[in-house]
């Protein structure tokens, strides 16, 4: 059974830093496409980041691009999302995702996932 799970979520002061974990079961990372996503209450569930399987590609929202860095490490089977100069409208639940693709495959759409973890607290606030 395929599982995500995210964590490293909290609460921190603007300007600060998290690092966000996603941590899978079931399958590996290797052959998987995996993006971040963030879902603020009464918004939609939009795109932050992603990951080629390769980890060879990877894309930012505009909103973190320069502040944020998604990496792999496919021999812990894990993901993260490395966040700086962190800003209140940072707030949101933030979710790993995964979909088996080739190499290439990155992209920031929530149609295309199928494996989704419960999701993370991410609370910027002084």
């Known amino acids: 059974q395929l599982q995500l799970v995210e964590s490293g979520g909290g609460l921190v002061q603007p300007g600060g830093s998290l690092r966000l974990s996603c941590e899978a079961s079931?399958?590996?990372?290797?052959?998987?496409?995996i993006g971040w996503f963030r879902q603020a209450p009464g918004t939609e569930r939009e795109g932050v980041s992603c990951s080629s399987s390769s980890g060879g590609r990877t894309h930012y929202a505009d909103s973190v691009k320069g502040r944020f860095t998604i990496s792999r490490d496919n021999a812990k089977n894990t993901v993260y999302l490395q966040m700086n100069s962190l800003k209140p409208e940072d707030t949101a639940v933030y979710y790993c995702?995964?979909?088996?693709?080739?190499?290439?495959?990155?992209?920031?759409?929530?149609?295309?996932?199928?494996?989704w973890g419960q999701g993370t607290q991410v609370t910027v606030s002084s």
């Open positions: 079931g399958f590996t990372l290797d052959y998987y496409t």
């Open positions: 995702a995964a979909e088996w693709s080739d190499g290439s495959m990155c992209v920031m759409m929530p149609r295309f996932f199928g494996s």
